[in-house]
């Protein structure tokens, strides 16, 4: 059983601070606005300066993944860590807000 609570992403709240764990390439084609992009591999020294363990943060990748680990980590790390389970796959289908730094429409990868 996870410490972690998980929602779907037309369920995460507008304004909510996102966590965007996938590579610069998946980020740079299509992400939420306001998400702060931080890949799973860089979590470990740099969530302490990106993160504010006072806040609820929404962890997502493309299908869920690599999220989960890192909001099980956050969690055990004394973060409130909420699992986006259909990822930015489910973000796509409700129809949520993309916007792409490749200059090209904004997609998910």
């Known amino acids: 059983m996870s410490d972690f609570e998980t929602v779907r992403a037309a369920d995460v709240p507008d304004g909510a601070a996102l966590l965007d764990v996938r590579e610069d390439y998946e980020f740079a084609a299509g992400h939420a606005p306001g998400a702060l992009h931080?890949?799973?591999?860089?979590?470990?020294?740099r969530f302490a300066e990106e993160l504010d363990?006072?806040?609820d943060t929404y962890v997502v990748c493309?299908?869920?993944g690599r999220a989960v680990k890192i909001a099980e980590w956050l969690t055990a790390q004394g973060y409130t860590a909420i699992f986006v389970g259909d990822g930015m796959g489910g973000w796509l289908e409700a129809g949520r807000p993309l916007e792409s730094d490749?200059?090209?429409e904004p997609t998910v990868l």
């Open 102 to 104: 490749t200059g090209e």
């Open 53 to 55: 363990p006072d806040e």
């Open 38 to 45: 931080v890949p799973v591999g860089q979590i470990p020294e």
């Open 62 to 64: 493309r299908t869920g």
